[in-house]
């Protein structure tokens, strides 16, 4: 009887915490109950940061299924390398972001790169 116990106990811990890691995203912007609207520097290093012109971006949509299953999924690339490579840039100096989210559910995040 004793065995048994041991493994239904070690399959309930199994189970309960499978959910217990989840991905931490490297920027998450804080969300409103209807709509957010933000823009915020990416890099926050500017120490003898000097002011570009040029400038390349790119821009991600995402969408969450909040009632049934939480799940998320997006469609496009918004990572500063693609930012630059759309705008020409050889060095990027610095980078913004600007978000839109609608509800919780639907959303556009954009990057924006600014350098040579």
Known sequence: MR???LIAVFCALALGLMGCASYR???RP???LLMTELSA???TNFHRTP???KQGSVETTF???PILTGLSFSW???GIREA???GGLTTVEYADYHVTIVLGIFGKFKVTAYGQ
Do not use: D, I, S, Y
Request: hydrophobic share 40%.
């Open 63 to 65: 969408f969450r299924e």
């Open 41 to 43: 520097p990416l890099t």
């Open 76 to 78: 496009g690339e918004a």
């Open 84 to 86: 630059a490579a759309n």
């Open 51 to 53: 002011v570009c012109a």
């Open 25 to 27: 995203t490297p920027v």
């Open 30 to 32: 804080p969300t409103g």
């Open 3 to 5: 065995p048994h116990l």
